[in-house]
């Protein structure tokens, strides 16, 4: 059986249990006992290797998401590491999770953890390599002419409870001169329901998330407005955090950021996505459509260096977040950073 048979069945078996995955994570912890400091031994000039002696790892995974470089993280871990992947249905819960120790590493964005960091005494996770880019879409009626965020005015657009989304949205209009519920309404709708309301035309356009944003513009009901990745987040999507029990193991924190790092190239070698690791992905595992697969690539993308120009943009997250009176003091970016562990190339 190949590793991308084990990975499907992996994957699928999580997604059909959905309820049973949760329950995972109280029987497969991060297992401290069996970690060990024996090292393998290297190739001719190759750095010797830690074997982590049967340690099993959980990290969140979204089911049918994009952002899923975790599943790959095995194809790379070093011997006597397993990476088990645990489906969430949100960043609150994998936030809460990692805090009470039940969750080793989870992929999250800045919407949701700078709230935490500035309104509460409990948040200690931290990011140590990122995770993917993109992923988020604001999708206009094709029959409406509405070719750019200006031509939104007077129009109705659905949009998801608050959060990145309504943040770029909100920073798109901004730029134009335009405001939310002044002169663009605001339909409160969830992401699943968004390309259904869009087809009926009960709006004329969603701010969405991938890949229902991109079945809509298949469709030939919908076109992507890409100017929501113009604000100063840009184009930022999820970074991996970890678990505060974790940040004193720099072993274990050095494997998971090449890992991620790993897994990432696998996917989106220098930045450019790669067809084949792809298709297996979302087709072969996900069961996505090809056509699907193929106009998806454009707007979604794994990474894992956080470098000077990530930070920038989760300062300017920041900034957007006071700027709207999501947040009432902006937190200290650093203190959100472990990033030692990352490897510099």
């Known amino acids: ?29 991060s297992d401290d006992d069996t970690a060990t400091t024996a090292t393998t031994t290297p190739a001719p000039g190759k750095a010797a290797v830690k074997d982590f002696g049967g340690k099993t790892i959980t990290t969140a ?92 005015k007077g129009k109705k657009v659905a949009v998801p409870p608050p959060g990145v989304q309504v943040l770029a949205l909100t920073a798109a209009l901004d730029k134009v001169g335009l405001k939310l519920d002044r002169d663009v309404t605001s339909i409160p709708l969830g992401f699943a329901d968004q390309p259904a309301a869009l087809e009926r035309g009960d709006v004329d356009a969603y701010m969405g998330t991938e890949p229902l944003c991109t079945q809509s ?29 974790n940040l004193n193991d720099p072993d274990l924190l050095t494997a998971v950021a090449k890992m991620q790092r790993d897994a990432a190239e696998y996917l989106t070698p220098n930045g450019v996505n790669a067809p084949d690791p792809w298709r297996k992905l979302l087709v072969e595992q996900f069961e996505y459509s090809e056509p699907v697969y193929k106009a998806v690539l454009d707007n979604v993308g794994a990474v894992w260096k956080f470098d000077a120009a990530r930070k920038a943009q989760f300062e300017g997250a920041a900034e957007m977040m006071l700027a709207q009176g999501v947040l009432t003091t902006k937190p200290k970016i650093d203190d959100l950073l472990l990033l030692d562990f990352q490897p510099k190339s």
């Open 61 to 152: 995974v979204y089911a049918k998401n994009h952002a899923s470089s975790m599943l790959e993280w095995q194809r790379f871990a070093p011997p006597g590491l397993t990476v088990k992947p645990v489906i969430v249905t949100a960043a609150a819960e994998i936030s809460r999770l990692l805090a009470a120790g039940e969750l080793d590493f989870g992929l999250m964005g800045y919407y949701n953890t700078m709230i935490e960091a500035t309104t509460t005494n409990t948040f200690r996770a931290k990011v140590i390599t990122m995770c993917s880019r993109q992923g988020i879409g604001l999708i206009a009626r094709s029959d409406r002419g509405i070719k750019t965020v200006a031509d939104l």
């Open 1 to 29: 059986m190949t590793y991308e048979d084990l990975s499907r069945r992996r994957f699928l078996g999580l997604a059909a249990g959905g309820a049973a995955a949760a329950a995972l994570l109280a029987a497969c912890g």
């Open 217 to 245: 513009v298949v469709s030939g009901r919908g076109v992507r407005i890409n100017e929501v990745y113009g604000t100063p987040a840009g184009d930022i999507n999820t970074a991996m955090w970890a678990a505060p029990k």
